[in-house]
Structure formats: C-alpha cells, structure tokens
C-alpha cells in the first residue's frame, strides 16, 4: 500500500473512532483510488456505510472484501453485518457460518450468528418483522397521512421500539391508534386506520337527565390504571439488590456477592443483578468470573437497557486490559459502543489502541530475528536491489529498533533511490541513539551533498572530522563539498543572481527562509546594498556576519 494510501486510511480510521461515519467514508474512498485492490480498504467503508445505516452500500463493499481476499473471516463478519441490517437474515446467517468455517471461534461471528438467528425468529414468529423495517420511515414520509405523525417524538420512538423488537407492535398498538394509522400505509391500505376507529364500540350517549333545581349530575368517576402487579420474587429481589449495595458499599464483598445471587435467582431476566455482581468480581480481581456475569448479562438482556449492556461489555474490555490482552479489550469497547456511544467509551477505545500497538511492537522485538533480516538486507543492497533491501532493514528495525545501524544502512538505500529526505530522517534517528557514529554522519553530509545543499553537506563532515580526523573518506568529502561551494558562488558571482536550483533550495531551507523573512536583516541587506560603508559595519557584528555567510553559501547572497 503506497504512503499516501496509509495515510488516508488512518484518516479514515480515526474518523471512524470519533463517530464521523461520513468522514470516515470519505477517506476510505480517497484510499481505494490510490489501491483499488486492498480488501481492508473495502471492509472498513463497509463497516462505516453500516453505520450510517447504508446497508445496500455496505453489502456492497462486503462482496468486494470477500471477492479479493476469500479466507478473510472478517469479511464475512462485514457481510453478514449489512445484510442483517437489509433485515435479510437468512443471508446474513449464511455469511457469518461462512465465516465461521475460517475462524471457529471468532466472537464477532458467533455474536453476530445470534443475533441474525434471534431475529430471523422474531421475524418468523410475527408478522410485523419486515414491515416495520428500515424503508418504514421512507415511506411514512411520503405519505400526508404519516407524515406529521414523525414530528411527534414519541411515535418516532414506538417505530424505533418496533424495528428492535416486532412484537412490541402488538402491545402499542391497543392504545396508540396512530400505529394502525402507519400499518394501513405500509400495507398499502391507508383507509386501514380510519376503518379500526370507525369499528371500535362507541360510548352511547347518555339520555339528557330530567331537570332538578336541587340534584346537579355526578361526574364519573375515574378508571384506575390497569398496571402489571409486581410478584412478591421481584420484590424480593430489589431487596436483595439493596443489601448488596450496602454490603459492596462497606466491602464486604463476599456478602454482596450473595445477596447479588440470590436476587438473580428471584428474577433472572433483570440484568442487573448479574451487572452489579460482576462489578464486585472486578474489585476482587476475580476475571473469570467477572467476565462470565457480564457474558450471561448481554446474552440475556436482548430487550433490556441498551446501557447495561454497554457496560457489561465494557467491564469485560476493563478485565482484559488489566490482563493487559488489548486486542480483546479494543474488540469488546467497540461492541460496547455499538450499544451505547458515549465519549468516555471512545476516548478509552484511543487509549487502548494505543496500548495494543506499544504493546505489540514491545512484542515483536527479537534481536535474533532482526540480525537474519540485516543480513538479508546488506546482500540485497550488494545486488543493487535497493527497494527489497529498504525492506528487510524495515523489518530488521522493527525487530531491534535501538540498533543504530540499521537506520544508517536504511539511509544508504534510500540515498541510492534519491530519496534524500527520507535518508536525512533515518540518520537523524541513527544519530540520536548513538551520536558519535560517524558512518551516520557520513551518509548524512551525502545526501544534503546531493540535495546541492554544500554547506550543510560540509558543516555536516567537519562533525565527522572532529571525531575521526583522519578520516580519508570524510576529507574527500568535505574537499568535494568546498569546491562545489566554491563553483556555485563563481556562478551566481557571473549571472548576477541565483539560479532556479538555487532558489528551489532557499524556499526549502528553513534556516534561510527565517533570515530573509527578518525585519531588521532585511533592513541590513537594503542598507549594504546601498551603502558599502554601512556593509562594513554591519559585518562587524559576529552574528550578522554569520547569517550573511549563510545567503552567500546558499548562494542567495553575492558578496563582492
């Protein structure tokens, strides 16, 4: 993958974690014209088309990561992710079995299996499963029936309920009329839900009373609410819940854990009996068990908070950070954030992210393995393969990455593809874990030698000197740098002014661009130009001096 292709992807990766899906999309389309054929490009603008909740889009992109790379489990996760989102759930199911067979025991996979199954049944069981599917809205739009129906919040939320969980279709419905209202126009039978109005039993109307002066007519009185009794389990569990948390609170933390037990044995569907457990598992460094109640708490809590479930899942990642098993943690924060996407979740995925990578560079090293990749590298560069040797001296860095001699030998072939920047960047760095490596210093005052760069390339070997100075290679050097100094102040002396080249590396150089951009040597250049005597006593100043021998090495300056 080319630099700029990296690039783009980490732009859309961090847009990504932030929650800017569109951003996100933006970049991982940049990256895809610079490498059309990398299967990871297409599975992350999957995975934020399906944020978006850009199914067809993300299925899309699915195929194509499966289309380049067949033995890739995660492309399949993506497929099966977008088709469920399609609400095409007996495809999804087969794209994540697919999957499955490359990776048996991948935990996105298998929780996405569930997940499509669950619904395929809920689907299969209700009637309303597909109807109230994400075209719903759309439609409900189009509609001057519907249409005012979604500027109302709480209608819009019973949709969203109802696309979750079907069955809940039936529950409002016996009291909010407006859903039939939206049932019609979704079946294309928009008199649907004038027609239940109109058949519903209508109050008849009182007879007039007979006028009294005395007697004035008793208003109704009013139907109770028909509420759902709590059963005497439940009950008893809130007050178990209680005691654990004045237990956790002192931290008697096998009394918690008790009273937690036995509230979930009272009411196993209530989710946060096993949540709170595990909280107290975590305080006692308990992670098997930690994990196994907030395991049972998301698989049991399909239609309870989303929250709950977030942080079950998080306290899960916090368990396997503290095993310091980062891959894990990153993989259960962004299930977390599936459910709940909270800034402190997503600030804590960054962190862990960057964990992992410390982490698995610190496990990658293995001087062993490095020494072999160097080898392989200097007898790539004796055959003048200078982009395979960059390679192997890559891998050896980052086997050893405190072994300044690899950055030197990098330096050198990128010097041999003119690369120079880059090589300055690799002898910098060599330099700074070994600072009196004069082979460093060497390939350094080369490549600002072929940058034109003479003076750098000279102030760089008179360094060299100063450690070594019987050095024959840096004598030459620094003779070659003096007289191709020399030849380029006879030429800018001859034409009067610098030439393009000369200017392309002024405009480069920092250092010079901070001269000529100051006022008062700006002033001091106008005054010599104008006055030799004023020249004179400028020069007398040491510093001045100093900054006016730099525009004329760089050869911006004619001194005569």
Not at 285 to 297: P, S, V
Not at 312 to 320: F, P, T
Not at 421 to 426: E, G, I, R, T, V
Not at 511 to 526: F, S, Y
Request: with cysteine.
């Amino acid at each position: 993958m080319s630099n700029a292709a990296v690039e783009a992807k980490n732009k859309g990766n961090a847009a990504f974690s932030a929650g800017n899906f569109t951003e996100a999309v933006q970049h991982f389309t940049e990256a895809i014209k610079l490498d059309s054929t990398n299967h990871v490009l297409y599975s992350n603008r999957s995975a934020a088309y399906a944020s978006l909740k850009q199914y067809q889009e993300a299925l899309q992109d699915a195929n194509k990561t499966v289309e380049l790379k067949a033995d890739w489990a995660k492309g399949y996760s993506r497929k099966g992710a977008a088709l469920h989102g399609l609400q095409e759930y007996e495809q999804a199911i087969d794209a994540f079995d697919a999957g499955l067979k490359l990776e048996p025991t991948n935990a996105l996979l298998l929780d996405g299996l569930k997940a499509a199954k669950r619904e395929l049944e809920s689907v299969s069981s209700n009637p309303f499963g597909k109807l109230f599917g994400p075209d719903s809205f759309g439609k409900l739009a189009a509609n001057p029936l519907t249409a005012p129906l979604l500027k109302q919040p709480d209608f819009v939320a019973k949709m969203n309920a109802i696309q979750q969980n079907p069955e809940l279709f039936n529950v409002y419905m016996q009291s909010d009329k407006r859903l039939m209202t939206a049932l019609g126009v979704l079946l294309g039978m928009p008199d649907l839900g004038a027609a239940a109005a109109a058949a519903e039993p209508k109050e008849p109307e009182p007879s007039k009373p007979v006028e009294t002066p005395k007697e004035t007519p008793k208003e109704p009185e009013p139907t109770p609410m028909e509420t759902e009794p709590i059963s005497d389990e439940k009950r008893q569990a809130e007050v178990e819940k209680a005691k654990g948390n004045e237990a956790y609170k002192k931290k008697n933390f096998d009394e918690a854990i008790a009273h937690y037990s036995k509230a979930a044995e009272l009411d196993p569907e209530n989710i946060v009996y096993l949540t709170n457990r595990s909280a107290v598992y975590f305080e006692m460094g308990k992670w098997d068990e930690t994990i196994n109640d907030c395991q049972q708490a998301v698989e049991r809590g399909k239609f309870s908070d989303y929250k709950l479930k977030a942080k079950a899942l998080s306290r899960i990642a916090s368990v396997y950070m503290k095993q310091e098993n980062y891959a894990q943690a990153v993989e259960y924060l962004e299930r977390s954030l599936t459910e709940d996407r909270i800034p402190q979740t997503l600030d804590l995925l960054r962190k862990t992210e960057k964990l992992k990578a410390e982490k698995d560079k610190r496990d990658y090293i293995n001087p062993e393995l490095s020494l072999q990749a160097k080898e392989r590298g200097n007898e790539l560069f004796k055959q003048g393969k200078f982009p395979e040797a960059i390679q192997q001296y890559t891998e050896a860095i980052a086997r050893n990455p405190q072994d300044h001699t690899l950055f030197s030998n990098r330096a050198a072939s990128y010097t041999k593809l003119g690369e120079y920047q880059l090589a300055l960047k690799d002898c910098d760095e060599c330099l700074r874990i070994k600072p009196d490596f004069v082979k460093a210093l060497i390939r350094k005052g080369h490549a600002y030698f072929f940058m034109k760069d003479y003076l750098k390339a000279l102030e760089t070997y008179d360094q060299g000197l100063k450690l070594e100075p019987e050095n024959q290679e840096l004598v030459e050097s620094s003779q070659r740098a003096i007289k191709s100094l020399n030849e380029a102040e006879t030429k800018t002396n001859q034409s009067g002014k610098p030439d393009e080249e000369t200017i392309r590396r002024a405009q480069q150089d920092p250092e010079i661009q901070e001269i000529l951009t100051d006022p008062i040597m700006r002033q001091i250049l106008e005054d010599m130009q104008k006055d030799p005597a004023a020249a004179r006593e400028h020069l007398k100043n040491p510093l001045v001096m100093k900054k006016i021998q730099k525009l004329a090495a760089a050869g911006i300056l004619q001194i005569r």
